[in-house]
């Protein structure tokens, strides 16, 4: 059964700052990243990351303000996301996704999913 335990989220002004984080305790997946989805809209891929190094994508919208990290153990791995510079159109349900190869992460293509934690930008 796929964990992936996600925390932060919330709500803020425009402008500010939010941090998710996902962590994933018994597997150390290839790729990790975040897809969101907001009411009526598409879902959009926001930013993926090899674990191993190397590799980092993020969506055109996001680019220059979100930055994904991560740190790795032997069996687990956490991923970051740090949000700046908060927009109303950022709001939107923030799914932790996973994937099996970091082919996933080139097309934000994952394998596996959280429940996903609200971001709720005000202006």
């Known amino acids: 059964q796929v964990q992936l335990e996600e925390s932060g989220g919330g709500s803020v002004q425009a402008g500010g700052s939010l941090r998710l984080s996902c962590a994933s305790p018994?597997?150390?997946?290839?790729?990790m990243g975040w897809f969101r989805q907001a009411p009526g809209k598409e879902r959009e891929g926001v930013a993926s990351l090899a674990t191993r190094g190397g590799y980092t994508k993020y969506g055109d919208s996001v680019k220059g303000r979100f930055t994904i990290s991560r740190d790795v153990a032997a069996n687990s791995v956490t991923a970051y996301l740090e949000m700046n510079s908060l927009k109303p159109d950022d709001t939107a349900m923030y799914y932790c996704?996973?994937?099996?190869?970091?082919?996933?992460?080139?097309?934000?293509?994952?394998?596996?999913w959280g429940q996903g934690t609200q971001v709720t930008v005000s202006s």
């Open positions: 996704a996973a994937g099996d190869s970091i082919f996933a992460c080139a097309g934000m293509n994952f394998d596996y």
């Open positions: 018994a597997v150390a997946y290839a790729c």
